[in-house]
């Protein structure tokens, strides 16, 4: 294997629209994995690359986990796919089960998705519609975050609060946005920032220009992923749990990133202390080995669907997906919440991440370091940048890191770590070491 472009033709390549990609440099230079196993990828010429960012925040396990493997490709043979809409199979109710056993107290109804953008959407579908079910049909305003991903549907990019996200595509749902969490002067914070809570308060705001009788919801990342890895500063979940509760608003937390073992926690909320009514989850559910998203919530919330006169025949949630709980990705979550638990991955997460923000502050004298954050085994560190390019320093450092055998993530203005669960000590401090040396190359 020495062919960079792995015997593709350019047609080939062409033909291919890459998702959040710059498909015209990326074709000219193509990155290709070819295989994975652990916390490497080898690409098409054959090198190793150290997995900085766990496949997209999917692969804490690591890749190539035989447990997963064996699990898909028994399901495969036994029971490839199974109607989703008014027929089942035994594995989504096991999976269902195992996945409230990783949920904070009280969610406990779970509603399958193919991936985080739809478990965002079910997830705001279902506020709004509870409200309805309340009688109180008027609540159906919704209320995200700046630099907030919620993954790219309509729904999602309308509460999100990343502009590049939203701006091409015209007009969204009717949304309004709180600040964001980034101060100046919690730059360099190890884990959540002293400073911010106050920013929660901005939802009174809102509340006083709306008023609570017309808002549905509230959607959060408990700590924002794509936005630049983002902890919440010490108290503003919970300062934003409280005004939920006092105005009858729903909080929803987008934990497609945080859910099983990111945060050093089953989930976000309890790495921090506040359970949402709705959790929006995807991702490491599943190791990323199959596409599987959900939605789970609060008892109350499903009762209120099933507490109706309707006849029993009569569906109570017009909503779902052809793959929603697809026995193939239900087998490999039931696989990898195993593996979670039984290796004592989570623990491992927490005990890892002192190492990790030990090492990753070794970089806030580096040239252009603006800002290092880290919490568990996620960091963002935003970089200073060119004038009227903030996007190209990253890009132009993660090139590097490429070329020195490191998969990192660049957006924006900031380089994004989400590291294997399973990584070593030695392992953090070659990807710091790199990452050091990047960025001196680029100063
Ligand atoms: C917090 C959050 N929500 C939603 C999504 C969207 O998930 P997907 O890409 O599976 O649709 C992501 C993806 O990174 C995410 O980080």
């Known amino acids: 294997m020495s062919d960079k472009f792995a015997g593709l033709t350019k047609s080939q390549l062409d033909s291919h629209w890459m998702a959040f990609t710059a498909n015209r440099q990326f074709k000219k230079d193509p990155r290709l994995m070819v295989a994975a196993d652990g916390c490497y990828y080898t690409d098409a010429t054959g090198r190793k690359i150290f997995d900085g960012l766990s496949g997209l925040w999917t692969c804490g396990l690591g890749h190539n986990v035989p447990e997963i493997n064996e699990a898909v490709s028994n399901q495969m043979k036994e029971l490839d796919y199974s109607p989703a809409f008014q027929f089942g199979h035994v ?6 089960e195992r ?3 990783f949920m904070p107290e009280g969610l406990n109804r779970v509603f399958y998705t193919n991936s985080g953008s739809e478990a965002v959407e079910t997830s705001l579908k279902i506020a709004r519609a509870y409200w309805r079910k309340l009688g109180k049909p008027g609540k159906t305003r919704l209320i995200g975050r700046l630099k907030g991903y919620h993954g790219v549907n309509f729904g999602g990019i309308s509460v999100g609060g990343i502009g590049a996200n939203r701006a091409p595509f015209g007009e969204t749902l ?5 600040r964001h969490t980034m101060l100046p002067e919690s730059a360099f914070s190890r884990g959540m920032p002293e400073n911010g809570a106050e920013l929660a308060d901005d939802l009174l705001d809102l509340i006083a220009l ?3 009788t017309n808002i549905a919801a509230v959607i959060v990342e408990p700590l924002a992923g794509s936005g630049g890895v983002l902890p919440p500063p010490v108290g503003y979940l919970q300062r934003l749990r409280k005004i939920c509760d006092d105005h009858n608003i729903l909080l929803i937390f987008d934990e497609v990133i945080c859910a099983f073992g990111r945060m050093g926690a089953n989930t976000g909320a309890e790495a921090f202390g ?6 929006a989850l995807a991702k ?11 939605t789970v919530v609060k008892q109350m919330i499903y009762d209120a669907f099933m507490d109706t006169d309707a006849p029993e025949y009569m569906l109570e949630l017009p909503h779902g997906y052809t793959y929603s709980a697809h026995p193939v990705a239900c087998a490999a979550g039931l696989a990898a919440l195993e593996v979670l638990e039984q290796q004592q991955i989570i623990p491992r997460v927490a005990k890892t991440a002192v190492h990790f923000e030990k090492s990753i502050h070794e970089l806030d004298d580096c040239p252009n370091v603006l800002d290092v954050r880290n919490y568990g085994l996620a960091s963002g560190l935003t970089l200073a940048p060119y004038p009227g390019e903030p996007a190209r320093r990253p890009f132009e450092v993660a090139m590097r890191m490429w070329d020195k055998g490191f998969y990192v993530r660049y957006g924006g203005d900031t380089i994004q770590l989400g590291l294997p669960f399973i990584v070593e000590s030695s392992e953090i401090d070659s990807l710091v070491s790199a990452l050091h040396e990047s960025l001196e190359e680029c100063a």
Not at 91 to 96: E, G, I, Y
Not at 274 to 279: F, H, L, S
């Open 91 to 96: 594995k989504s109710f096991q999976l269902a």
């Open 210 to 212: 709306h008023d609570a």
């Open 274 to 279: 506040v359970t949402p009514d709705i959790m």
């Open 99 to 101: 996945i409230c056993e």
């Open 174 to 178: 009717a949304a309004d946005h709180m």
């Open 284 to 294: 490491q559910v599943t190791n990323g080995a199959m596409p599987l998203g959900a």
